[in-house]
C-alpha cells in the first residue's frame, strides 16, 4: 500500500474589482492540496485499487481566495477542468491479465469550492449548485515491446448527476486511441 500527499499555500495582493486597477494592497491566501492511496491487491493479476482526492480553496471574498494553478492538467479524462474552483474524488481498479496487457476503470465525482471560480464554456450553470457531475472512463493498453504501446480509451461525463448544470446538460463522451513509440 502507498500514500502520496501533496499540498501548496500561497498569498497574493487582491485584484482592483476587474476595472483595470492595481491591486488594493489587501492579501488573501489560497491553497490546494491532494492525497492519493493505492493498493496493490493480493492476486496474480498484479491489480491495483487507487483512490485520489483533490481539493482546491474558495472565493470567499475576505481573505481566502481561489487557488489557480500555474498549469492546466485536466482532473478527469472527459470533464477535464483544471484545479481552480474544483475538487474531485476518483476511485480506480487497474488489472494485468497478461505481462502485455493493462486493463482500467475509473469513476470521478466533480465539486465546485465555490460558485464563481469554475467556468464551463460548454454548459451554462443552473443557479448555485456545487455537484459538477460524475465521469466514467476506461482503457486497454497493450504493449507488445519496450518502445511501443497502443492504448484505446473511452468514457462519459454525465452532468445530470450533479446539481451545478442546466438540466438539459448533454452527457459528454469521448474515446481515445493512442500509439506511443519511444526513440
Request: proline share 6%; no cysteine.
Amino acid at each position: 500500500m502507498n500514500l502520496e500527499g501533496a499540498a501548496v499555500l500561497g498569498a497574493g495582493e487582491t485584484s482592483g474589482g476587474g476595472n483595470g486597477d492595481a491591486g488594493n494592497g489587501d492579501m488573501t491566501l489560497f491553497f490546494a492540496a491532494a492525497l492519493g492511496l493505492g493498493w496493490a491487491l493480493p492476486s496474480s493479476w498484479d491489480d491495483t485499487l487507487t483512490l485520489r482526492a483533490v481539493y482546491s480553496s474558495p472565493r470567499t471574498g475576505d481573505r481566502l481566495d481561489s487557488f489557480v494553478p500555474v498549469n492546466a492538467l485536466p482532473r478527469g479524462q472527459v470533464f477535464s477542468p483544471a484545479i481552480g474552483g474544483v475538487s474531485a474524488v476518483t476511485l480506480g481498479y487497474t488489472l494485468r491479465p497478461l505481462p502485455t496487457l493493462s486493463l482500467g476503470a475509473e469513476g470521478s465525482y466533480f465539486i465546485r469550492v465555490d460558485t464563481e471560480t469554475f467556468q464551463d464554456a460548454r454548459d451554462r450553470f443552473n443557479g448555485d449548485g456545487y455537484f459538477l457531475g460524475g465521469e466514467v472512463f476506461g482503457t486497454a493498453s497493450w504493449t507488445p515491446l519496450p518502445d511501443l504501446a497502443l492504448t484505446f480509451g473511452g468514457g462519459a461525463f454525465f452532468p445530470r448527476l450533479g446539481n451545478a448544470f442546466a438540466p438539459d446538460a448533454e452527457t459528454r463522451w469521448k474515446a481515445a486511441l493512442r500509439l506511443i513509440l519511444s526513440l
